[in-house]
Protein backbone atom coordinates (compact mmCIF):
# COMPACT_ATOMS: atom_id res chain seq x y z
CA UNK A 1 0.00 0.00 0.00
CA UNK A 2 1.30 4.20 -0.95
CA UNK A 3 1.38 6.28 1.78
CA UNK A 4 -0.77 8.64 1.25
CA UNK A 5 -0.55 12.48 2.07
CA UNK A 6 -3.35 14.80 2.39
CA UNK A 7 -2.51 18.32 1.65
CA UNK A 8 -4.94 21.19 2.00
CA UNK A 9 -4.85 24.99 0.46
CA UNK A 10 -7.16 27.00 -0.44
CA UNK A 11 -9.26 25.63 -3.51
CA UNK A 12 -8.04 22.22 -4.07
CA UNK A 13 -7.59 18.73 -1.61
CA UNK A 14 -4.48 17.42 -3.28
CA UNK A 15 -3.84 13.43 -2.35
CA UNK A 16 0.14 12.54 -3.11
CA UNK A 17 0.43 8.46 -4.12
CA UNK A 18 4.25 8.07 -4.00
CA UNK A 19 4.86 11.52 -6.03
CA UNK A 20 2.11 11.39 -8.19
CA UNK A 21 -0.26 14.34 -7.92
CA UNK A 22 -4.29 13.71 -8.27
CA UNK A 23 -6.27 17.05 -8.28
CA UNK A 24 -9.35 16.49 -6.39
CA UNK A 25 -12.62 17.36 -8.50
CA UNK A 26 -15.44 17.63 -5.37
CA UNK A 27 -16.53 21.54 -5.56
CA UNK A 28 -15.60 22.24 -8.96
CA UNK A 29 -18.34 23.83 -11.33
CA UNK A 30 -19.90 22.07 -14.41
CA UNK A 31 -17.70 24.94 -16.44
CA UNK A 32 -14.26 24.11 -14.86
CA UNK A 33 -15.37 20.44 -15.53
CA UNK A 34 -16.13 21.39 -19.14
CA UNK A 35 -12.57 23.01 -19.19
CA UNK A 36 -10.60 19.45 -18.02
CA UNK A 37 -12.08 17.61 -20.43
CA UNK A 38 -11.62 19.82 -23.38
CA UNK A 39 -7.79 20.02 -21.65
CA UNK A 40 -7.72 16.04 -21.79
CA UNK A 41 -8.89 16.42 -25.31
CA UNK A 42 -12.68 15.68 -25.15
CA UNK A 43 -16.01 17.69 -26.40
CA UNK A 44 -17.34 19.81 -23.72
CA UNK A 45 -20.06 17.73 -23.06
CA UNK A 46 -18.21 15.10 -21.56
CA UNK A 47 -17.54 17.46 -18.72
CA UNK A 48 -21.12 18.17 -18.41
CA UNK A 49 -21.76 14.39 -18.39
CA UNK A 50 -19.51 14.39 -15.52
CA UNK A 51 -20.90 16.96 -13.83
CA UNK A 52 -24.03 15.06 -13.79
CA UNK A 53 -22.86 12.02 -12.53
CA UNK A 54 -21.61 14.01 -9.65
CA UNK A 55 -23.96 16.56 -8.31
CA UNK A 56 -27.66 14.62 -9.85
CA UNK A 57 -26.36 11.20 -9.44
CA UNK A 58 -24.34 10.89 -6.68
CA UNK A 59 -21.78 8.79 -8.43
CA UNK A 60 -18.45 9.00 -7.81
CA UNK A 61 -16.34 5.88 -8.74
CA UNK A 62 -15.23 6.89 -12.89
CA UNK A 63 -16.05 3.15 -13.37
CA UNK A 64 -19.63 3.59 -13.29
CA UNK A 65 -19.91 6.40 -15.21
CA UNK A 66 -20.76 4.51 -18.43
CA UNK A 67 -21.79 7.07 -20.21
CA UNK A 68 -18.39 9.01 -20.19
CA UNK A 69 -15.77 7.57 -22.82
CA UNK A 70 -13.14 4.90 -22.11
CA UNK A 71 -10.26 7.16 -22.66
CA UNK A 72 -11.60 9.68 -20.53
CA UNK A 73 -12.17 7.34 -17.62
CA UNK A 74 -8.54 5.78 -17.31
CA UNK A 75 -7.73 9.77 -17.49
CA UNK A 76 -9.70 10.00 -14.73
CA UNK A 77 -8.26 7.71 -13.02
CA UNK A 78 -4.75 8.05 -13.53
CA UNK A 79 -4.52 11.93 -12.55
CA UNK A 80 -7.34 12.67 -10.87
CA UNK A 81 -9.63 11.83 -7.51
CA UNK A 82 -13.71 12.48 -6.92
CA UNK A 83 -12.93 14.07 -3.80
CA UNK A 84 -16.02 12.58 -2.08
CA UNK A 85 -16.01 10.07 0.12
CA UNK A 86 -18.00 8.21 3.47
CA UNK A 87 -18.08 9.71 6.98
CA UNK A 88 -16.11 7.48 9.26
CA UNK A 89 -18.33 7.28 11.75
CA UNK A 90 -21.65 7.35 12.87
CA UNK A 91 -23.62 8.08 15.88
CA UNK A 92 -27.20 7.98 16.48
CA UNK A 93 -29.60 9.46 19.14
CA UNK A 94 -32.97 8.27 20.56
CA UNK A 95 -34.39 11.36 19.34
CA UNK A 96 -33.30 9.85 15.23
CA UNK A 97 -30.93 12.97 15.13
CA UNK A 98 -27.34 11.13 13.42
CA UNK A 99 -24.39 13.00 14.29
CA UNK A 100 -21.68 12.36 11.36
CA UNK A 101 -18.05 12.30 11.48
CA UNK A 102 -15.53 13.87 8.54
CA UNK A 103 -12.22 13.61 7.87
CA UNK A 104 -10.65 16.79 6.87
CA UNK A 105 -7.16 16.45 6.76
CA UNK A 106 -4.33 14.31 9.54
CA UNK A 107 -5.41 13.88 12.57
CA UNK A 108 -8.66 16.63 11.36
CA UNK A 109 -12.40 15.99 11.83
CA UNK A 110 -15.35 17.59 11.37
CA UNK A 111 -19.15 16.97 12.34
CA UNK A 112 -22.53 16.91 10.00
CA UNK A 113 -26.20 16.69 11.79
CA UNK A 114 -28.80 14.85 10.36
CA UNK A 115 -31.73 15.80 11.79
CA UNK A 116 -35.47 14.20 10.60
CA UNK A 117 -38.47 15.94 11.56
CA UNK A 118 -41.67 14.54 9.75
CA UNK A 119 -41.75 15.52 6.17
CA UNK A 120 -38.42 17.65 6.96
CA UNK A 121 -35.29 16.42 6.45
CA UNK A 122 -32.01 18.67 7.33
CA UNK A 123 -28.48 18.43 7.65
CA UNK A 124 -26.70 20.66 9.53
CA UNK A 125 -23.13 21.08 7.47
CA UNK A 126 -19.63 22.71 9.29
CA UNK A 127 -17.59 25.29 7.02
CA UNK A 128 -14.46 25.10 8.87
CA UNK A 129 -12.22 22.89 11.27
CA UNK A 130 -13.19 24.27 14.66
CA UNK A 131 -13.72 28.22 14.78
CA UNK A 132 -11.21 31.30 15.26
CA UNK A 133 -14.25 33.57 16.71
CA UNK A 134 -14.11 31.88 20.68
CA UNK A 135 -18.22 32.91 21.39
CA UNK A 136 -18.02 31.79 25.04
CA UNK A 137 -20.90 29.54 24.46
CA UNK A 138 -20.00 27.89 21.55
CA UNK A 139 -17.96 24.09 22.17
CA UNK A 140 -16.24 24.56 18.47
CA UNK A 141 -14.75 27.85 19.73
CA UNK A 142 -12.75 26.34 22.07
CA UNK A 143 -11.25 24.03 19.81
CA UNK A 144 -9.54 26.67 18.10
CA UNK A 145 -9.66 26.92 14.55
CA UNK A 146 -7.35 24.26 12.26
CA UNK A 147 -8.32 25.53 8.56
CA UNK A 148 -10.56 26.15 5.76
CA UNK A 149 -12.97 23.39 4.31
CA UNK A 150 -12.99 23.66 0.78
CA UNK A 151 -16.31 23.52 -1.05
CA UNK A 152 -15.88 20.16 -1.92
CA UNK A 153 -15.41 19.59 1.59
CA UNK A 154 -19.31 21.36 2.17
CA UNK A 155 -20.90 19.53 -0.37
CA UNK A 156 -19.73 15.59 0.43
CA UNK A 157 -21.20 16.52 3.44
CA UNK A 158 -24.62 16.72 1.84
CA UNK A 159 -23.78 14.13 -0.99
CA UNK A 160 -22.22 11.16 1.48
CA UNK A 161 -24.57 10.62 4.00
CA UNK A 162 -26.62 7.28 3.77
CA UNK A 163 -29.87 9.91 4.10
CA UNK A 164 -28.78 11.92 1.34
CA UNK A 165 -31.83 11.70 -1.06
CA UNK A 166 -34.05 12.15 1.96
CA UNK A 167 -32.77 15.76 2.39
CA UNK A 168 -35.26 18.55 2.59
CA UNK A 169 -33.37 21.55 3.94
CA UNK A 170 -29.27 22.51 4.76
CA UNK A 171 -28.19 24.49 7.48
CA UNK A 172 -24.69 25.96 7.35
CA UNK A 173 -25.20 26.15 11.50
CA UNK A 174 -22.13 23.50 12.29
CA UNK A 175 -18.59 23.83 13.10
CA UNK A 176 -16.82 27.05 11.94
CA UNK A 177 -18.55 30.89 11.08
CA UNK A 178 -19.66 30.04 7.51
CA UNK A 179 -19.10 34.08 6.34
CA UNK A 180 -15.50 33.39 7.70
CA UNK A 181 -15.12 31.09 4.61
CA UNK A 182 -17.57 33.15 2.37
CA UNK A 183 -16.37 32.16 -1.50
CA UNK A 184 -16.46 28.43 -0.29
CA UNK A 185 -19.89 28.65 1.45
CA UNK A 186 -20.67 30.43 -1.82
CA UNK A 187 -19.46 28.44 -4.12
CA UNK A 188 -20.68 25.11 -2.25
CA UNK A 189 -24.82 26.92 -2.33
CA UNK A 190 -24.35 27.21 -6.39
CA UNK A 191 -23.23 23.81 -7.11
CA UNK A 192 -26.91 22.90 -4.73
CA UNK A 193 -28.81 25.21 -6.10
CA UNK A 194 -27.58 25.19 -10.06
CA UNK A 195 -29.77 23.00 -12.62
CA UNK A 196 -26.79 20.62 -13.38
CA UNK A 197 -26.81 19.89 -9.67
CA UNK A 198 -29.52 19.02 -6.68
CA UNK A 199 -31.01 22.34 -8.08
CA UNK A 200 -32.73 23.30 -4.64
CA UNK A 201 -34.48 26.25 -4.66
CA UNK A 202 -32.13 29.20 -2.36
CA UNK A 203 -35.43 29.05 -0.38
CA UNK A 204 -34.14 25.26 1.42
CA UNK A 205 -30.74 26.40 2.27
CA UNK A 206 -30.28 29.27 5.28
CA UNK A 207 -26.32 30.22 6.32
CA UNK A 208 -25.85 31.32 10.33
CA UNK A 209 -23.20 33.91 11.14
CA UNK A 210 -22.59 36.01 13.98
CA UNK A 211 -22.32 39.25 11.57
CA UNK A 212 -19.45 40.11 10.25
CA UNK A 213 -20.50 42.87 8.19
CA UNK A 214 -18.49 43.21 5.67
CA UNK A 215 -19.09 39.52 4.51
CA UNK A 216 -22.73 39.77 5.06
CA UNK A 217 -22.78 42.13 2.49
CA UNK A 218 -20.88 40.23 -0.17
CA UNK A 219 -23.02 36.87 1.22
CA UNK A 220 -26.40 38.91 0.28
CA UNK A 221 -25.34 40.72 -2.48
CA UNK A 222 -24.73 37.16 -4.29
CA UNK A 223 -26.96 34.87 -2.68
CA UNK A 224 -30.58 34.73 -2.51
CA UNK A 225 -30.19 32.15 0.34
CA UNK A 226 -31.39 32.85 3.90
CA UNK A 227 -29.65 34.67 6.49
CA UNK A 228 -29.84 33.85 10.55
CA UNK A 229 -27.66 36.51 12.72
CA UNK A 230 -26.78 34.75 15.75
CA UNK A 231 -27.45 38.19 18.65
CA UNK A 232 -27.95 36.40 21.91
CA UNK A 233 -28.02 39.35 23.39
CA UNK A 234 -29.15 42.88 22.23
CA UNK A 235 -26.62 45.35 23.85
CA UNK A 236 -23.21 45.80 22.34
CA UNK A 237 -21.26 45.49 26.03
CA UNK A 238 -23.09 42.66 27.17
CA UNK A 239 -22.62 40.82 23.93
CA UNK A 240 -19.31 41.54 23.56
CA UNK A 241 -18.51 39.25 26.93
CA UNK A 242 -20.12 36.52 25.42
CA UNK A 243 -18.80 37.07 21.55
CA UNK A 244 -16.12 39.23 20.78
CA UNK A 245 -16.70 39.58 17.44
CA UNK A 246 -18.79 42.09 18.54
CA UNK A 247 -15.71 45.07 19.72
CA UNK A 248 -14.74 44.50 15.79
CA UNK A 249 -18.35 44.65 13.69
CA UNK A 250 -20.85 45.31 15.90
CA UNK A 251 -24.35 43.83 15.11
CA UNK A 252 -26.31 47.17 15.55
CA UNK A 253 -24.13 47.85 12.21
CA UNK A 254 -24.90 44.71 10.74
CA UNK A 255 -28.75 45.18 11.36
CA UNK A 256 -28.47 48.29 9.92
CA UNK A 257 -26.61 47.70 6.50
CA UNK A 258 -29.84 44.64 6.18
CA UNK A 259 -32.76 47.34 7.45
CA UNK A 260 -31.45 49.14 4.38
CA UNK A 261 -31.45 46.29 1.47
CA UNK A 262 -34.67 45.16 0.40
CA UNK A 263 -35.07 41.81 0.84
CA UNK A 264 -36.73 39.27 -2.14
CA UNK A 265 -40.38 37.71 -0.63
CA UNK A 266 -38.54 34.48 -0.62
CA UNK A 267 -35.50 35.39 1.40
CA UNK A 268 -35.61 34.95 4.88
CA UNK A 269 -33.75 36.74 8.04
CA UNK A 270 -33.95 35.55 11.79
CA UNK A 271 -32.55 36.16 14.41
CA UNK A 272 -31.12 33.40 16.76
CA UNK A 273 -31.02 33.78 20.49
CA UNK A 274 -29.72 31.36 23.05
CA UNK A 275 -31.27 32.35 26.32
CA UNK A 276 -29.28 32.57 29.64
CA UNK A 277 -30.77 32.68 32.99
CA UNK A 278 -30.59 36.20 34.73
CA UNK A 279 -27.76 36.99 31.25
CA UNK A 280 -30.25 37.75 28.80
CA UNK A 281 -33.98 36.90 29.58
CA UNK A 282 -35.32 40.01 31.53
CA UNK A 283 -38.00 42.24 30.18
CA UNK A 284 -35.10 45.04 29.42
CA UNK A 285 -33.79 42.57 26.69
CA UNK A 286 -37.06 42.42 25.35
CA UNK A 287 -37.03 46.07 25.21
CA UNK A 288 -33.79 45.97 23.53
CA UNK A 289 -34.60 43.29 20.87
CA UNK A 290 -37.52 45.26 20.10
CA UNK A 291 -35.74 48.82 19.53
CA UNK A 292 -33.01 47.15 17.85
CA UNK A 293 -35.24 44.92 15.12
CA UNK A 294 -37.54 47.86 15.00
CA UNK A 295 -38.72 47.75 10.92
CA UNK A 296 -36.76 44.31 10.13
CA UNK A 297 -38.99 41.73 8.37
CA UNK A 298 -37.57 38.53 10.91
CA UNK A 299 -38.53 35.95 12.96
CA UNK A 300 -36.51 35.13 16.33
CA UNK A 301 -35.21 31.86 16.88
CA UNK A 302 -35.15 30.99 20.68
CA UNK A 303 -32.85 28.45 21.45
CA UNK A 304 -31.91 26.36 24.75
CA UNK A 305 -28.60 26.69 26.16
CA UNK A 306 -26.90 23.37 25.99
CA UNK A 307 -23.99 22.94 28.63
CA UNK A 308 -20.53 22.39 27.68
CA UNK A 309 -17.60 21.85 29.77
CA UNK A 310 -16.19 24.66 31.56
CA UNK A 311 -18.27 27.65 30.88
CA UNK A 312 -20.15 29.40 34.14
CA UNK A 313 -23.71 29.85 32.16
CA UNK A 314 -26.97 28.30 33.17
CA UNK A 315 -30.22 27.75 30.79
CA UNK A 316 -33.55 29.40 31.30
CA UNK A 317 -36.09 27.45 32.38
CA UNK A 318 -39.00 26.10 29.89
CA UNK A 319 -41.19 28.76 31.99
CA UNK A 320 -38.93 31.62 31.38
CA UNK A 321 -38.21 30.53 27.92
CA UNK A 322 -42.12 30.71 27.23
CA UNK A 323 -42.67 33.99 28.93
CA UNK A 324 -39.52 35.55 27.28
CA UNK A 325 -40.78 34.49 23.59
CA UNK A 326 -44.24 35.38 24.99
CA UNK A 327 -43.24 38.88 25.87
CA UNK A 328 -41.35 39.26 21.99
CA UNK A 329 -44.48 38.08 20.02
CA UNK A 330 -46.36 41.03 22.07
CA UNK A 331 -43.95 43.19 20.47
CA UNK A 332 -45.21 41.65 17.14
CA UNK A 333 -42.55 40.00 16.44
CA UNK A 334 -42.87 36.28 14.89
CA UNK A 335 -40.74 33.97 17.34
CA UNK A 336 -40.58 30.02 18.03
CA UNK A 337 -38.83 27.93 20.53
CA UNK A 338 -36.14 25.85 18.30
CA UNK A 339 -36.40 21.93 19.21
CA UNK A 340 -33.54 20.73 20.96
CA UNK A 341 -32.27 17.58 19.11
CA UNK A 342 -29.53 15.24 19.57
CA UNK A 343 -28.10 16.47 23.01
CA UNK A 344 -27.53 13.10 24.33
CA UNK A 345 -24.68 12.61 21.07
CA UNK A 346 -23.51 16.33 21.61
CA UNK A 347 -25.09 17.21 18.04
CA UNK A 348 -27.46 20.23 19.75
CA UNK A 349 -26.39 24.17 19.10
CA UNK A 350 -22.78 24.75 20.04
CA UNK A 351 -22.14 21.34 21.32
CA UNK A 352 -20.43 20.35 18.02
CA UNK A 353 -16.47 19.80 18.38
CA UNK A 354 -14.31 17.19 17.28
CA UNK A 355 -11.55 17.75 20.38
CA UNK A 356 -12.63 14.19 21.65
CA UNK A 357 -11.03 12.52 17.86
CA UNK A 358 -7.74 14.30 18.29
CA UNK A 359 -6.86 12.96 21.37
Known amino acids: MPVVLVLLNRNDRFFIYMNEMKVSLAGKTEA ?15 GKQLAQWFYQKGVFRFDQMTNLPKAFREILDEKYVSGFFEPVEARPSHDGTIKYLFKAGENRFVEAVYIPDNDRHTLCVSTQI ?28 VYSIPEAHLLT ?49 TFMNRSKAHLAISLHNPFSDER ?80 DLEKFRDQLLAKGFRVTIRKSRGEDISAACGMLSTLKQKQ
Open 130 to 157: GCKMRCKFCMTGKQGFQGQLSAGDIVNQ
Open 32 to 46: ELVEIAISEGFKPFV
Open 240 to 319: ARIMPIEAKSPVEDTIAFLRAMPLTRQQRLSFEYIVFAGINDSLRHVNGIAKLLDGLRCRINIIRWHRIPEVELEGSTTR
Open 169 to 217: NLVYMGMGEPLDNTENVLRSIELLTAGYGKAWSPKRITVSTIGILSEVQ
